[in-house]
T-cell receptor, first 113, second 113 residues
């Protein structure tokens, strides 16, 4: 079945540590996105990539980094510079004909120890 | 910039009650409009969409009509069920291609038997 796989489902970060969230899709979508979800704040865009080897900052990119070396993969690194990383992180991709329909992964809950 | 405003929740209804979740938007041009639903612990799923004025999107008993004159896209359902309990997000796409969607903050719906 085609879809988006995020891993791990739960992740814990120690102070000063970088952690990487995985996102893989087998939908042959060109564009991929990372959103952060906090209670009462909806979804906020962190980074997005419309094509391999290219990505753009979203509204809250500070403290995060991404790479897009393969079409299928768009990992997100939460760096130690992100002082408030506890949130639910959602990865999404969009169809080749445009973003009329975003497909979402099941999310990763990141917490700080 | 583009934005989406949703009524704040939580909304609590009895089973078989009528549901309305208000959504208004601000955008240049003629955006496409979407409703997404998020069940506990999961990613978002597309519920319905409308791509031009006066279009009505519908799915699973939910409906929303694109009203350009009032810049609104209110979600309605005539008779809610316990299984409809979820968070509902209104979103817009004002650009072309894979321009990221802009989301509202979400409205939590709880339906009690």
């Amino acid at each position: 079945d085609g879809g988006i796989t995020q891993s791990p489902k739960y992740l814990f970060r120690k102070e000063g540590q970088n952690v990487t969230l995985s996102c893989e899709q087998n939908l042959n979508h060109d564009a991929m996105y990372w959103y952060r979800q906090d209670p009462g704040q909806g979804l906020r865009l962190i980074y997005y990539s419309q094509i391999v080897n290219d990505f753009q900052k979203g509204d809250i990119a500070e403290g995060y980094s991404v790479s897009r070396e393969k079409k299928e993969s768009f990992p997100l690194t939460v760096t130690s510079a992100q002082k408030n990383p506890t949130a639910f992180y959602l990865c999404a991709s969009s169809s080749p004909t445009g973003n009329e329909k975003l497909f979402f992964g099941s999310g990763t809950q990141l917490s700080v120890l | 910039g583009d934005s989406v405003t949703q009524m704040e929740g939580p909304v609590t209804l009895s089973e078989e009650a009528f549901l309305t979740i208000n959504c208004t938007y601000t955008a240049t041009g003629y955006p496409s409009l979407f409703w997404y639903v998020q069940y506990p612990g999961e990613g978002l799923q597309l519920l319905l969409k409308a791509t031009k004025a006066d279009d009505k999107g519908s799915n699973k008993g939910f409906e929303a009509t694109y009203r350009k004159e009032t810049t609104s896209f209110h979600l309605e359902k005539g008779s809610v069920q316990v299984s409809d309990s979820a968070v509902y997000f209104c979103a817009l796409s004002a650009g072309w291609g894979n321009t990221p969607l802009v989301f509202g903050k979400g409205t939590r719906l709880s339906v009690i038997a």
